[in-house]
């Protein structure tokens, strides 16, 4: 417990001090606790906080958080503000496990701006997510909640004040105004050209009329060409998908047929080896061998049907696996 991985602590005025800015022989104590820590700052090791001697009982009994927790905590207050999505929250005013009465919550990181008002929350996550109970205590007390992610370095908006869905909802409307306006473009657009072929057919001119016509055949048959393209690649990557599918069950079945019938040819061995073995004692014994002859001639026989039939096996597998790749 002496050489602790805690990057911050506090100093008798309560500003937070960072380990590279602390200085040697000032005390300081660990976050908003009165556990003394010293700065230790030798040839040796790296220089770092530590706890005065007769610390650890202190440490066990007032901190429940993984040094991880406390330091991005911590790296916050010492910065002065917090980052999202390209958007820089400069707070009046910082508080570290901030407790709100209305919901019985401590919190992690609160702001508040300079009429003393509460800016945002946030949330430090490193082994335990913020729950749903949790999220729901959150909208009762109407404010933006940002749960940053110490594994990936991620934020995420987890609760939106009032006024923050007022602007989300505002800039859904003019996504919606703009989706609108253009349609409304494309159907004057229509209107316009459907206008003009109208008035191109009311004067009889024909010359002008079949160009237009000729203009719009050729667009047709364009989209149209586009359309047959785009069906026969469909079809070939369908085919070829096909094509793999098969082979990989090819390759999947004779896998298990091979590794089943191998299991049976280590079987005929060992009854080949036993034969033999038998054989040769029954020769000791009785001289006698043309029985097991023909018995050792069987087993020999289908001992060979079976090899036969695994390297059958073993080829259809290469040919699956040379289908897959071709087609890859």
């Known amino acids: 417990m002496n050489n602790l991985k805690y990057n911050y602590a506090l100093d008798q005025f309560n500003n937070c001090i960072a380990i590279d800015d602390a200085i040697k022989g000032n005390e300081y104590f660990l976050g908003k606790t009165d556990i003394p820590l010293i ?55 910082i508080e570290i496990e901030y407790r709100f009465e209305e919901t019985n919550q401590v919190c992690d990181v609160v702001f508040f701006d300079e009429n003393d008002d509460l800016m ?10 913020k729950e749903k109970k949790d999220i729901d205590k959150f909208k009762k007390l109407n404010i933006n909640v940002y749960e940053y992610n110490y594994n990936n370095r991620e934020t995420e908006l987890i609760n939106w004040s009032l006024a923050s869905k007022r602007i989300k909802l505002q800039a859904e409307r003019n996504i919606e105004k703009w989706y609108e306006q253009k349609t409304n473009e494309k ?45 026969s690649i469909s079809e070939k990557f369908n085919s070829i998908r096909t094509k793999i599918e098969i082979a990989e069950r090819e390759k999947q079945s004779s896998t298990f047929e091979i ?20 054989i040769k004692e029954n020769i000791k014994k009785t001289g006698s061998e043309s029985s097991l002859t023909i018995r050792i001639e069987r087993a020999t026989s289908e001992l060979a049907k079976y090899k036969g039939f695994v390297s059958w096996q073993e080829n259809r597998s290469r040919q699956a696996n040379t289908v897959i790749k071709r087609n890859k």
């Open 39 to 93: 700065v230790r700052d030798g040839e040796v090791n790296q220089k770092h906080f530590s706890l005065k001697s007769k610390s650890d009982s202190l440490l066990k009994s007032y901190v429940n958080e993984s040094p991880e927790h406390y330091n991005e905590k911590y790296k916050i207050l010492k910065q002065g503000y917090f980052d999202f999505e390209g958007m820089r929250i400069t707070p009046k005013k």
């Open 120 to 129: 945002c929350i946030i949330e430090i996550f490193v082994t335990n997510r």
């Open 187 to 231: 159907i004057q657009r229509i209107e316009r050209d459907r206008d003009t072929l109208i008035e191109l057919l009311s004067s009889q001119d024909t010359g002008k009329v079949e160009k237009k016509l000729e203009i719009v055949g050729i667009q047709q048959g364009n989209i149209e060409r586009e359309q047959r393209e785009t069906y």
């Open 259 to 278: 590794t089943r019938k191998e299991g049976e040819l280590n079987d005929i061995e060992q009854k080949i080896n036993w034969t033999e073995k038998t």
